[in-house]
């Protein structure tokens, strides 16, 4: 009797192996972004590989600095473009998007093993794949051999029953879940998802849950791989890639956790720790300089469209600037041809290039001392959006629209 983490993790380790054990695995897909990844290709090449073991699923994203605002950055995108080029990895350029997400979209399988120089990686938990983020050595030798070693983790079973309320969204969730856990409540574990509420979700929703999962300190946040995740990967044009994984009846959880649903409101991450929680309904009035909409944690389709839907026909408040950041070209194009893009401009929005955009506060956005900005990303630590003396909130996309028209932190169900 196994968990989702045992069944993937003994797959690719050719034996039988539990929470516990150190296992040598195979790796299906390993990434690197612009940040982590010249530091990659150094290692790479001092370890004395020219070439990466799996060409095909060996990714190099250009996201976080994209286009590059300054010729450093210029120059390690270079080193990437290069190393691509020679090694016969692939090369994801400027304009393409965050590398989580085009990873679900393009690259991951039910049941694969994804390793990436990025700590979000664990966003691919969301297709039923183990995916954990590694240190750019670990990952210069998960490029050059395709195999990486593991302590097999605990899993934690989380169970979301219940019923979403209104302006309730997967996002307010998980930030609910981590308040309650606290960041570091699972530290080196995976989180199971699961309960009728997780089964009832999007994968657009189970995608933001899982991109949390290490704002806990966990290292994998998964979903059985079901109906659910079967249409989106047909969706995508890869039906084929598709098998279902679920833990065994019996499987050993080293705790699970219980959460009603019913009983969570639109929530909000107060600076500067992400398990710093409060109901939005219960916040003081915190006037809003920026807001931004995007992210590996909520710049998709179904999060612009909420977005729309609540900026259709208002104007966002004086003295506020609405970002948004698609969170791939994929997603900026069907935004577009949906009409979702022109109702966020002409709310005020300002939509800048699919990507990380100003979450990591190297460009696209970086506050000003003392200055408040609502985003829909996973980290507020100090310093995160480029100024430590300023300060940042997270919140689903919906209480982040509705924010902007506000000009102050607001409850979402007054919108809807
Ligand atoms: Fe990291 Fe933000 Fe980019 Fe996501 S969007 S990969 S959290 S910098």
């Given at each position: 009797m196994k968990t989702i983490t045992e069944k993937i993790l003994s797959s690719h380790a050719g034996r039988d192996v539990r929470a516990g054990d150190i296992a040598v695995v195979d790796v299906d897909i390993v990434m690197a972004q612009d940040g982590t990844g010249p530091l990659a290709v150094s290692q790479i090449k001092k370890l004395g590989?020219?070439?990466?073991?799996?060409p095909a699923k060996s990714i190099f994203f250009i996201d976080h600095a994209a286009p590059s605002p300054r010729k450093e950055l210029s120059d390690s995108h270079k080193v990437l473009r290069d190393f691509a080029k020679e090694s016969g990895a692939r090369l994801s350029d400027i304009?393409?998007?965050?590398c989580h997400q085009i990873l679900v979209e393009s690259y991951v399988c039910p049941g694969d093993v994804v390793i990436g120089?990025?700590?979000?990686?664990?966003?691919?938990?969301?297709?039923g794949a183990f995916a954990t983020g590694m240190g750019s050595t670990d990952i210069a030798v998960g490029f050059a051999l395709a195999k990486t070693w593991l302590l097999v983790p605990q899993t934690i079973k989380v169970n979301f029953n219940g019923k979403l309320g209104k302006g309730v969204y997967a996002k307010d969730l998980i930030i609910y879940l981590i308040g309650k856990?606290?960041?570091?409540?699972?530290?080196y574990k995976a989180l199971e998802f699961s309960g009728s509420v997780s089964s009832g979700l999007t994968i657009e929703d189970r995608f933001t849950i899982s991109n949390m999962a290490v704002e806990a300190g966990a290292k994998a946040g998964i979903f059985a791989a079901d109906e659910t995740t079967n249409r989106y990967l047909g969706q995508r044009?890869?039906?084929?890639c598709f098998k279902e994984i679920r833990a065994d009846e019996g499987a050993k959880y080293e705790a699970e956790i219980d959460i009603d649903?019913?009983?969570?409101?639109p929530m909000i991450s107060m600076p500067?720790?992400?398990?710093n929680t409060m109901p939005v309904?219960?916040?003081?009035k915190v006037k809003v300089d920026q807001v931004l909409i995007g992210t590996?944690?909520?710049?998709r389709l179904n999060d612009l469209k909420i977005a729309a839907g609540i900026l259709k026909g208002r104007k966002i408040a004086e003295g506020v600037r609405l970002i948004v950041a698609p969170a791939s070209r994929i997603v900026y194009l069907e935004a577009l041809r949906a009409g979702i893009i022109e109702t966020l401009i002409e709310s005020g929005a300002t939509v800048i290039s699919?990507?990380?955009?100003p979450c990591v506060g190297i460009h696209q956005g970086i506050l000003g001392d003392g200055e408040v900005c609502l985003s829909t990303q996973n980290r507020n630590f100090k310093?995160?959006?480029?100024?430590?003396d300023a300060f940042i909130y997270l919140s689903s996309p919906a209480t982040a629209a509705w924010s902007a028209v506000r000009g102050f932190i607001a409850d979402p169900r007054e919108a809807l």
């Open positions: 590989f020219s070439k990466v073991a799996n304009g393409e998007g965050v120089a990025d700590s979000h990686t664990c966003t691919s938990g969301a297709l856990i606290t960041a570091d409540g699972a530290t044009g890869r039906a084929e649903c019913t009983e969570v409101e500067h720790t992400v398990d309904s219960r916040i003081d590996c944690t909520n710049g699919p990507g990380c955009g310093g995160r959006m480029g100024n430590p």
